[in-house]
């Protein structure tokens, strides 16, 4: 061996006594001569072990890295941040042995440092939720992630990691450590340059600037604070804050201190769960946007739904689901037209296929079962960021109402018109009427009798009749009577109707049964306005009744235990035609029902009296149930269309319900409810 062999012979050793002061060794290093072969040979079987120890370790470190990372991925979609932390601590516990580990992330929102500190004692592991400020200085925990680097403290108690309240249930734990070290976690694409703290976010980024440890000589230490805190709430506003928070480990007196190995394998860990952190609060962020995306589009009051290029729903609101009377599951993916039918779906393409984007344009389409529905569509285009048009909005509101209201300002024109007209003709229609009347009954008592022009005598008497009744209708409608209410049996009433049209039914051939109720109370009622009802409802049922058929009238008392609630419309004046209008109009819209039921002109509740009026006829069909109660709507030939109206208005008035049920080819029911009890109507 020569001399330039043997001197670098000498600088290996001198390499391997290196190497071992790196390594947990507590023996010194002894000095090895080149030419003690034995001894060199023992120097490199002891190089070797250390390397295969090393490897082991190496091969170990990463296993359990990659098993942090798969369990770290696996909690990112399904857990909270408090509940990851706590089981990541758990980890490290149980994997890589730490005595105490804790992983705490920046809550912006707070301000502060939110976390899990996990102690393991033996087999088990003890974990508590930690908070920390992250303004000010609560501990060397939050100082390292301000100082943006590796922070190792053999000290612990000169340097606790966090500054607790009294009887905090951690304060024991840190009474026993000896020393700790603390990693910061950053973004995959953020690296903060340490030479120049300030290049990311301007002068004032406080991110590893010494001033977060204690305030330089000479400057007061109010001020310092005061500083360094506005500096610190500027950096968690900013949108460049590359910190996402700080895992640390720590170890009780009489254990090992830390050493370069540990903070190496912490530095590891924290590579490893900086992305896991990462994607875990970016999931959070999107289930926020996402359940803030939904509160603001359920809680629209207009309907919303939006469509890919396809015409495909790919949202769809709340409020349109209870306008179109489909759910969002059963409509996404499903082709606009196909559903809501063509006329919204011409709209909607033209604004697809040509970016004409529509303002409140007025159209029809079609719910669940089918039924038109009015609507103002408006659409928007839906562009990427690069402005390329993948979809389209729509969004629209009901005209219904609208509709409905317009139709009623129709209607009020025409009564408002009509009450002009009865006021300032009915009386010189009535004179001539009488007049002619007068004189076609003279001339009959000059033709002899059985001579054919009786009958045609006895034609203009009964068309003179008819004629007077229209005008006393018309004149009803647009000037009701008061009511004259008087506690009576209805019964009573309903037997002087009966008997007024006993002639109608022997005529037609129907037979009319009467079933009353025993110790039936006496109802507040004026007996002559409600007479006119049950004759209106028993000419009808004879009219719908086939020969040979029976109409029945039941009477009868219903008890109902519910507080009564009036939402019934005031009665009219007398003389207003307008307020005999706006009478009506609650009746119409409680008349739109299918073909089974019509709703009642006004809820009933408490003890009533019920009359049912019932035919064996052909039944009313559904269309014209939508309509029943509504003034000039008739299907009778020669009928004026007021008779139901009336019958309505006059049970209204007495704070009532007029219902009725019917069945297409299998007869129909008319009810009327009075309240025992008096309350509303007119004096």
């Given at each position: ?251 009780r007196r009489g254990a090992p201190p830390l050493g370069g190995s540990d903070v190496t394998l912490l530095e590891s ?158 009386h010189e229609i009535r004179n001539p009427l009488t007049g002619i009347g007068a004189g076609v009954q003279y001339l ?228 009327v409810e009075l309240p025992i009890e008096i309350n509303g109507g007119l004096p």
């Amino acid at each position: 061996m020569n001399v330039t062999q043997r001197e670098s012979l000498r600088e290996l050793l001198r390499r391997v006594d290196e190497v071992r002061g790196l390594s947990e060794r507590t023996e010194p290093a002894s000095a090895i001569d080149p030419d003690d072969a034995d001894a060199m040979l023992a120097t490199l079987q002891e190089l070797v072990q250390e390397l295969e120890r090393s490897h082991r370790r190496l091969i170990e470190s990463n296993v359990q890295l990659v098993s942090l990372r798969e369990v770290a991925s696996s909690m990112v979609g399904t857990l909270e941040v408090g509940e990851t932390t706590r089981l990541v601590t758990r980890y490290l516990c149980r994997a890589f042995g730490f005595q105490e580990g804790f992983l705490l992330l920046i809550n912006r929102a707070t301000g502060k440092l939110e976390g899990t500190w996990t102690h393991a004692h033996g087999d088990r592991e003890q974990s508590w939720s930690l908070e920390l400020p992250m303004i000010g200085d609560s501990g060397t925990l939050a100082r390292a992630l301000w100082l943006n680097r590796t922070v190792v403290h053999h000290a612990a108690q000169r340097h606790p990691p966090a500054l607790l309240p009294a009887g905090h249930p951690l304060e024991d734990v840190l009474e026993e450590l000896a020393s700790t070290a603390y990693v910061p976690l950053q973004h995959s694409h953020t690296v903060l340059p340490l030479a120049e703290p300030h290049e990311l976010c301007g002068a004032r980024c406080i991110l590893g600037d010494a001033q977060v440890l204690a305030p330089p000589p000479g400057t007061s230490a109010e001020s310092w604070a005061a500083e360094r805190d506005e500096r610190q709430r500027g950096c968690l506003k900013c949108e460049l804050m590359p910190l996402l928070g700080v895992i640390g480990m720590a170890r009780r007196r009489g254990a090992p201190p830390l050493g370069g190995s540990d903070v190496t394998l912490l530095e590891s860990i924290a590579l490893s769960v900086a992305p896991m952190v990462e994607n875990a609060r970016l999931y959070q962020d999107l289930r926020r946007s996402e359940r803030f995306r939904n509160h603001v589009l359920d809680s629209m009051a207009s309907a919303l739904i939006a469509v890919n290029m396809e015409g495909e729903i790919l949202t769809f609101n709340r409020a349109a689901e209870e306008l179109l009377g489909f759910t969002e599951q059963e409509v996404l993916g499903q082709p606009f037209g196909a559903l809501f039918g063509p006329d919204g779906e011409s709209i909607l393409r033209g604004t697809l296929g040509h970016a004409r984007e529509a303002l409140r344009a007025e159209t029809m389409l079609r719910t669940r079962d089918g039924a038109p529905l009015p609507v103002s569509l408006t659409t928007s285009l839906l562009r990427d960021d690069r402005l390329a048009i993948y979809g389209a909005i729509a969004t629209f509101v009901d005209l219904t109402p609208l509709k409905r209201a317009e139709e009623h300002a129709r209607q009020l024109d025409r009564l408002a018109a009509l009450g002009r007209f009865t006021s300032s003709v009915a009386h010189e229609i009535r004179n001539p009427l009488t007049g002619i009347g007068a004189g076609v009954q003279y001339l009959s008592r000059s033709i002899p009798d059985g001579d054919g022009q009786h009958q045609n005598l006895q034609f203009i008497l009964s068309e003179i009749r008819r004629l007077d009744r229209i005008v006393q209708e018309l004149f009803d409608v647009t000037h009701p009577r008061r009511l004259a209410l008087q506690a009576a049996p209805i019964e009573d009433t309903v037997r002087r109707a009966v008997q007024c049209v006993e002639a109608l039914f022997a005529q037609r051939g129907v037979q009319l049964k009467l079933e009353p109720a025993p110790q039936v109370l006496p109802v507040a009622h004026d007996q002559d306005q409600m007479q006119q009802v049950f004759i209106n409802l028993l000419k009808n049922a004879a009219e719908a009744s086939a020969p040979g058929t029976e109409v029945t009238v039941r009477i009868g008392s219903v008890a109902r235990r519910a507080p009564r609630i009036r939402r019934s419309a005031p009665a009219p004046e007398r003389g207003t035609a307008l307020a005999a209008a706006a009478a009506a109009d609650p009746a119409r819209d409680r008349a739109q029902l299918p073909p089974v039921l019509a709703r009642p002109s006004a809820p009933a509740s408490g003890a009533t009296i019920a009359v049912h009026v019932e035919d064996r006829g052909s039944g009313i069909e559904p269309e014209a149930l939508k309509t029943i109660f509504e003034p000039f709507f008739t299907t009778k030939r020669g009928g004026t269309g007021l008779g139901l109206y009336v019958t309505h208005d006059i049970v209204k008035r007495h704070g009532g319900n007029l219902t009725v049920q019917t069945e297409t080819g299998r007869g129909t029911r008319f009810t009327v409810e009075l309240p025992i009890e008096i309350n509303g109507g007119l004096p």
